[in-house]
C-alpha cells in the first residue's frame, strides 16, 4: 500500500502556471501515476499520468502543451506543473497510484488503487 499526499493548489490569475506536488510514503517507483481533476458537478478526469518506468507520459487533451508531470523518485514525489491556466481549469487536483506493468499508462479513474485527498486550484479570470 501507499500514501499519497497532494500540495501546491491554490487562487491563480487566467494565464498563470501552479506546480502541484503529490508525496508518498513508499517507492513511487513501482507504481505508475496520475492526475486527475474533478470540478463542482462533474466527473473526475484524467489529467496526465506517467508510467512506472518514469519515461512514458500521456496526457488528456485539454492538457497539451500546457500540464506537464514529473518524477522524483529519489523524493517519491510526482510533480503536476501547469501553465498558462484558464478558468475551466478550477478543480480539485487529485494524485492516483496504480500496481502497473513497465510501460502502461492508465487514464481512467477506476483504473488507480490509491488516491490521495486532493488540492484546490481556482483560476480567476
Known amino acids: 500500500q501507499v500514501a499519497l499526499e497532494e500540495s501546491g493548489g491554490g487562487l491563480v490569475q487566467a494565464g498563470g502556471s501552479l506546480r502541484l506536488s503529490c508525496v508518498a510514503s513508499?517507492?513511487?517507483?513501482?507504481?505508475?501515476t496520475g492526475w486527475f481533476r474533478q470540478a463542482p458537478g462533474k466527473e473526475r478526469e484524467f489529467v496526465v499520468g506517467?508510467?512506472?518506468?518514469?519515461?512514458?507520459?500521456g496526457q488528456a487533451a485539454s492538457a497539451k502543451g500546457r500540464f506537464t508531470i514529473s518524477r522524483d523518485d529519489a523524493k517519491n514525489t510526482i510533480y503536476l506543473t501547469m501553465n498558462s491556466l484558464k478558468p475551466e481549469d478550477t478543480a480539485v487536483y487529485y494524485c492516483?497510484?496504480?500496481?502497473?506493468?513497465?510501460?502502461?499508462?492508465?487514464?481512467?479513474?477506476?483504473?488507480?488503487?490509491?488516491w490521495g485527498r486532493g488540492t484546490q486550484v481556482t483560476v480567476s479570470t
Open positions: 492516483a497510484a496504480r500496481y502497473s506493468t513497465m510501460y502502461y499508462i492508465g487514464t481512467r479513474s477506476d483504473e488507480y488503487d490509491y
Open positions: 513508499g517507492r513511487i517507483s513501482n507504481y505508475a
Open positions: 506517467i508510467s512506472k518506468s518514469g519515461d512514458n507520459t
